[in-house]
């Protein structure tokens, strides 16, 4: 493996960033837990008062600022590896391709995370099936089919990176698929079983979207670095 030599400059790069990256991390964290425990003041009992619910801390619902800080991420995210692929682009890199397809995956996933596009897909598959368990949620295990398959053919990509950056990058798919595909299907048995409104599958939903955004933030920490290292040789 080439050995790159970061210039004065790359260090810059990511200082300027790491101290915001934390503070988003913390903020998120803090949301999260606010939600939580909204959930098991108001979902301990048999009927919730949802009069009272504050929806801004309902991490499951489009409208809350947990989403609004994943819906950024992932499109910071996307903004990133768009960014990386004029790079590789311009070394003529083998690998120019894999980063124009992620970034227009992170634009799309962006997208649906605003609008909940996936939630009504779902709704869309289960009225034309019987679905139960773990496949309650209709979409969950084609998605789960297709993001395996899909990094399986990432391998090389993700192989050329250096092995810190390897792991970071696995880290971040494991995180984020454990939470969209894994927690989702998981929740889904618990939904068809007690309803979207017990205290199960409110706390389950919560550990979801915290594995989703951090899932997100690791994979931008792994960018971020990446960018830090390659800026050395422009």
Known sequence: MTIVRVGREAPLLFSEWRPIL????????????????????????????LSTKIWLLDVDVERSAFTWVSVLAL???????????DDAAGRSSQFTWHWYFLGFLFLLLSFDEFTGLHEKL????????????????AWAAPAGILSLVGLAAFVPFIRSFPTSLAVLLAVSAALFLGGAVGFEMVGGSVAEAEGMESLRYRILANIEEGLELAGTLTFIYALLSYREITSGTR
């Open 75 to 85: 499109f910071f995210c996307s903004r990133l590896l768009f960014q990386c692929g």
């Open 122 to 137: 779902s709704a869309a598959l289960a009225a034309r099936s019987t679905n139960t368990g773990l496949l309650y949620f």
């Open 22 to 49: 934390a503070l988003v991390a913390v903020l998120s964290l803090l949301i999260l837990c606010a939600g939580v425990a909204q959930d098991l003041s108001l979902y301990a009992g048999k009927k919730p008062d």
